[in-house]
């Protein structure tokens, strides 16, 4: 019997932990992980309030040292787990990275991709949703409570 190590839940741990990462650092916790052949290649958190930059959301982070990694702007062969569903702005950087697979948490029903169009994913993008959803979503909540209790 073979026991798989490198599972899809460990991977969304390990943005959870960059999630964290964030939080502790008072950015929006979001974390994410590019993975290749079962090896994670690039791990970023949200950076939005540390770099003053509106784009430096944990996706695009991670995308942008994932191709450094590899040396390349495509990303066919590898997958992204991040914590929360991808606002449009970084679905569309998932496609142009032709992106393979995209597996998030928790969904964004006010900015979330989905909201607007699922097409604007690659078309060979494979998708998965849910995964870890209520620990990412517990996250997310515990920092905007915290925010308003201050």
Request: with cysteine; charged share 25%; aromatic share 8%.
């Amino acid at each position: 019997m073979r026991i798989e190590v490198y599972t899809p839940e460990y991977f969304m741990k390990e943005a959870l932990k960059q999630a964290q990462i964030a939080f502790d650092n008072g950015e929006i916790p979001v974390g994410a992980v590019v993975v290749c052949n079962n090896r994670i290649i690039s791990k970023a958190h949200n950076q939005v309030e540390l770099l003053n930059d509106p784009t430096a959301h944990a996706e695009i982070l991670a995308i942008t040292a994932a191709c450094e990694h590899i040396g390349a702007k495509y990303l066919e062969d590898c997958s992204l787990y991040v914590t929360l569903e991808p606002c449009t702005m970084c679905a569309g950087a998932t496609y142009w990275s032709m992106l393979g697979e995209m597996v998030y948490g928790a969904s964004d029903e006010k900015r979330g991709f989905t909201r607007h169009r699922t097409e604007i994913l690659h078309p060979k993008c494979k998708v998965r949703k849910g995964l870890f959803a209520v620990e990412s979503k517990n996250l997310l909540q515990q920092f905007f409570k915290n925010l308003r209790d201050t």
